[in-house]
């Protein structure tokens, strides 16, 4: 099994929005609706950002929002802040009980 | 709200095994829930790295990649689980979190602070 598939960064200005992508295959990404995003400050453990595709845990701004399009998930934060400058990390159930992330992604806010 | 941390030695020497616990607060592992109890990985300056999760204390799943050389195993007693990796060289080297995993296994919420693993020659 290979890892997800993800830009290695990404950036945006302030109040913009920008969109993250993990592209997998029919047998993780595109096959489960268990896709979650993972944020990552430098030093810091990572924080759930996103799960089940879509689903924003308790304290995540609305900001952070997630889709799916076939084998294709994708983070889109909006109203880009300094503070959501980190490495965001999508992983996805990939069937027979593994779990597979992707590499990752470095957001800079210009 | 469940607390995890790890611990275990800093440095391995290679060839040996890695050998890291995860002692659990404020949630029993032993509870029928639908919660496994994993291990990930970071290299420095890479990504990370699903190891493996223990499901009611007696189901393993492994990465395919990891599997011949892992264990998982829990210690209800205790409020633990651990982790075992053999025959380690400096590929291994990596901050080892462990987690509470839920939603088939795919949402991770709860991580311990995570322990920086170096194998040495």
């Known amino acids: 099994q290979s890892a997800l598939t993800q830009p290695p960064s990404a950036s945006g200005s302030p109040r913009q929005s920008v969109t993250i992508s993990c592209t997998g295959t029919s047998s993780d990404v595109g096959g489960y609706n268990y896709v979650s995003w993972y944020q990552q400050h430098p030093g810091k453990v990572p924080k759930l950002m996103i799960y089940e595709v879509s689903k924003r845990p308790s304290g995540v701004p609305d900001r952070f929002s997630g889709s799916k399009s076939g084998n294709t998930a994708s983070l889109t934060v909006s109203g880009l802040q300094a503070e959501d400058e980190a490495d965001y990390y999508c992983s996805s159930y990939a069937g027979s009980n593994n779990l597979l992330f992707g590499g990752g992604t470095k957001l800079t806010v210009l | 709200q469940v607390q995890l941390q790890e611990s275990g030695p800093g440095v391995v020497k290679s060839s040996e095994t890695l050998s890291l616990t995860c002692t659990v607060s404020g949630y029993s592992i032993s509870s029928d829930s639908d919660y496994y109890w994993g291990w990930i990985r970071q290299p420095p300056g890479k990504g990370l790295e699903w190891i493996g999760n223990i499901y009611h204390s007696e189901n393993t799943y492994l990465n395919p990649s990891l599997k011949s050389r892992v264990t998982i195993s829990v210690d209800t007693s205790k409020n633990q689980f651990s982790l075992k990796v053999s025959s380690v060289t400096a590929a291994d080297t990596a901050v080892y979190y462990c987690?509470?995993?839920?939603?088939?296994?795919?949402?991770?919420?709860?991580w311990g602070q995570g322990t920086l693993v170096t194998v040495s020659s």
């Open positions: 987690a509470r995993v839920g939603g088939e296994m795919s949402t991770i919420a709860d």
